[in-house]
């Protein structure tokens, strides 16, 4: 008689094993049930036959703990027949994820920004060993306890020991969103206020990034550029010339810039999707410098030893410039960004043209800058008085 892996009765009577009991679904496609010797839920298995290999391909399901007995058999159907899709479609069986750690450092592979934040925060933390089918909801709050608990480091100085400060809420979201990207590519959302719902321990704080309050203007910024040193001065002037993050400024290539065309090419930043802007004369004339002599790939701001600026290169010799200058001890690179893109604002430019051009979504220039719209409209009337 054939095996019939969906009705529950049946599979609680099946025998403990180390093969799993297969049922098969069509043909080259088979989905297996290996009971728990100890008394849980016992795991699923999928198997598809490899026509170009010449033998089959087998991958292990979980134990779909989450949904009761009468749904698991449907689920894991699913599963096993887009293994089977895959297989016969000549791709390739993804490589064996059972923990958190694993899920991670899969996501991590292509993007290094990511894991760099799992290395702080994720791979020598308890959670990194929780098995996915058994993650649950007080798992990732207890983590996330964890995370806001932890100071943020301000400064790598060689002498005296390191300065820290409370983490910030728009630093938690961060950290958040990569772990809970990570999480979303192999578990889906648990049944809200469940256990299982482990998605709802990484909601966002709100209102965590506030209102970007400040700014130097233009003379300021001149002052800044006098007390830059020669190495940095290029890369802080990009700033002030460009509403670029400091990141994707680092991140380009002489190969990024078309001279001709004054055009330049940003692939590197938050959101991942290349853009391209038609740049002013003054910075057109500062990258064509930069460019010059440069292979295509080599960085368009180049430090002495060759290599890209990044946020721990770049911060000191700013911070310098500010102390040096008499300017607000806040201001950091990011100053830069957001004056330029205030003094864009303030001139009337579109607000769509300037979330085109500094890379983020007109609603977010409405959030923080939207003010300033309206501190415009106020004098445009104000000049209308006789």
Same mark, same amino acid.
């Given at each position: 008689?054939?095996?019939?892996?969906?009705?529950?009765?049946?599979?609680?009577?099946?025998?403990?094993?180390?093969?799993?009991?297969?049922?098969?679904?069509?043909?080259?496609?088979?989905?297996?049930?290996?009971?728990?010797?100890?008394?849980?839920?016992?795991?699923?298995?999928?198997?598809?036959?490899?026509?170009?290999?010449?033998?089959?391909?087998?991958?292990?399901?979980?134990?779909?703990?989450?949904?009761?007995?009468?749904?698991?058999f449907a689920a894991a159907k699913k599963e096993?027949?887009?293994?089977?899709?895959?297989?016969?479609?000549?791709?390739?069986?993804?490589?064996?994820?059972?923990?958190?750690?694993?899920?991670?450092?899969?996501?991590?592979?292509?993007?290094?920004?990511?894991?760099?934040?799992?290395?702080?925060?994720?791979?020598?933390?308890?959670?990194?060993?929780?098995?996915?089918?058994?993650?649950?909801?007080?798992?990732?709050?207890?983590?996330?306890?964890?995370?806001?608990?932890?100071?943020?480091?301000?400064?790598?100085?060689?002498?005296?020991?390191?300065?820290?400060?409370?983490?910030?809420?728009? %630093?938690?979201?961060?950290?958040?969103?990569?772990? =809970? /990207?990570?999480?979303?590519?192999? &578990?889906? *959302? @648990? #049944?809200?206020?469940?256990?299982?719902?482990?998605?709802?321990?990484?909601?966002?704080?709100?209102?965590?990034?506030?209102r970007r309050t400040l700014y130097l203007d233009?003379?300021?910024?001149?002052?800044?550029?006098?007390? %830059?040193?020669?190495?940095?001065?290029?890369?802080? =002037? /990009?700033?002030?010339?460009?509403? &670029?993050? *400091? @990141? #994707?400024?680092?991140?380009?290539?002489?190969?990024?810039?078309?001279?001709?065309?004054?055009?330049?090419?940003?692939?590197?930043?938050?959101?991942?999707?290349?853009?391209?802007?038609?740049?002013?004369?003054?910075?057109?004339?500062?990258?064509?410098?930069?460019?010059?002599?440069?292979?295509?790939?080599?960085?368009?701001?180049?430090?002495?030893?060759?290599?890209?600026?990044?946020?721990?290169?770049?911060?000191?010799?700013?911070?310098?410039?500010?102390?040096?200058?008499?300017?607000?001890?806040?201001?950091?690179?990011?100053?830069?960004?957001?004056?330029?893109?205030t003094d864009l604002v303030s001139a009337g430019?579109?607000?769509?043209?300037?979330?085109?051009?500094?890379?983020?979504?007109?609603?977010?220039?409405?959030?923080?800058?939207?003010?300033?719209?309206?501190?415009?409209?106020?004098?445009?009337?104000?000049?209308?008085?006789?």
């Amino acid at each position: 008689m054939a095996m019939d892996l969906s009705k529950v009765g049946e599979r609680e009577r099946l025998k403990a094993q180390r093969e799993p009991h297969w049922q098969r679904l069509r043909a080259g496609c088979f989905l297996g049930f290996r009971p728990s010797k100890r008394g849980g839920k016992g795991t699923w298995i999928a198997r598809a036959y490899d026509e170009d290999a010449g033998k089959y391909r087998v991958k292990s399901l979980g134990d779909f703990g989450t949904l009761p007995g009468n749904e698991m058999f449907a689920a894991a159907k699913k599963e096993a027949e887009k293994l089977t899709e895959l297989v016969e479609a000549g791709g390739q069986v993804r490589a064996k994820i059972e923990t958190v750690a694993d899920a991670c450092k899969e996501y991590a592979k292509t993007r290094p920004e990511a894991g760099h934040r799992f290395r702080r925060y994720v791979y020598d933390d308890p959670i990194a060993k929780v098995k996915l089918d058994k993650l649950r909801r007080r798992h990732v709050k207890e983590w996330r306890e964890r995370l806001e608990a932890q100071p943020a480091l301000v400064s790598r100085r060689k002498k005296g020991d390191p300065i820290h400060r409370k983490r910030a809420a728009s %630093t938690v979201n961060r950290d958040m969103a990569v772990f =809970r /990207a990570a999480l979303a590519k192999v &578990l889906s *959302p @648990g #049944a809200p206020n469940s256990e299982a719902a482990w998605q709802e321990a990484l909601k966002t704080i709100a209102n965590a990034n506030g209102r970007r309050t400040l700014y130097l203007d233009r003379s300021q910024r001149r002052k800044l550029l006098d007390k %830059t040193d020669t190495e940095a001065a290029p890369f802080v =002037r /990009a700033l002030c010339l460009l509403p &670029l993050r *400091p @990141g #994707a400024l680092a991140g380009l290539t002489a190969g990024d810039f078309d001279k001709r065309t004054a055009e330049l090419t940003i692939g590197k930043d938050k959101t991942d999707k290349p853009r391209r802007i038609r740049l002013p004369d003054e910075a057109a004339k500062l990258l064509t410098t930069q460019a010059a002599n440069k292979l295509p790939s080599a960085p368009l701001f180049m430090r002495a030893n060759g290599k890209a600026w990044d946020k721990n290169s770049w911060k000191l010799p700013i911070a310098a410039a500010v102390a040096a200058a008499e300017l607000p001890g806040g201001a950091t690179a990011y100053t830069l960004r957001h004056s330029t893109i205030t003094d864009l604002v303030s001139a009337g430019l579109p607000l769509l043209t300037i979330a085109q051009i500094s890379g983020t979504s007109a609603e977010m220039i409405e959030r923080h800058y939207g003010h300033l719209v309206s501190d415009a409209a106020i004098k445009a009337l104000g000049e209308l008085a006789l």
